[in-house]
């Protein structure tokens, strides 16, 4: 993310401004392989630490949020992905920002690993499960899209 997906705004109404965060429609992009799930690893500067995260990012003007997510998981893993389903969208922050997220899932029907950038790895349900019990996965957007994707996809 950059200074380019978001600005601060200050919503003037009759009674009192609202300050808020003018943010770009967001994609994430959950891939699984036999049942293991591919993350990779960022360095997120404000917390000057990195995260194991899905892949995902901000959708450009004029792009669609399927034509996002598949660009988002090309250049962040090296991955490229085909036909998709969307899962869930949603907002992480109402009342502080404008910004939705749309949680897209793909099958993959060959391991991943080696054809990826080396910030990638699989994690089995056991270890996502393991790293959240662990607070290792603080990413409040992956928490929530993996939440969901338990709960409504079959096994």
């Known amino acids: 993310m950059n200074s380019k997906d978001f600005k601060l705004k200050v919503l003037k109404q009759p ?26 690893n960022q360095l997120r500067p404000i917390f000057k630490d990195n ?18 997510v598949k660009r988002e998981i090309q250049e962040e893993t090296g991955v490229q992905v085909d036909q998709g389903r ?35 790895r699989l994690f089995s349900l056991k270890e996502l499960d393991s790293e959240f019990s662990k607070d290792q996965l603080l990413d409040g957007k992956t928490y929530l899209a993996f939440l969901y994707y338990l709960r409504n996809t079959p096994s």
Request: net charge negative; with cysteine.
């Open 15 to 40: 009674s009192e401004s609202v300050c808020y965060l003018d943010h770009k429609d967001t994609v994430i992009g959950i891939c699984t392989y036999n049942g293991e799930f591919l993350l990779i």
């Open 51 to 68: 995260f194991w995260e899905f892949p995902g990012g901000s959708i450009e003007v004029n792009e669609s949020g399927d034509e996002a």
């Open 86 to 120: 969307k899962l869930i969208e949603f907002i992480p922050s109402i009342g502080t920002s404008n910004e939705t997220i749309s949680v897209y899932h793909f099958s993959l029907n060959s391991n991943p690993i080696g054809k990826t950038t080396n910030n990638c």
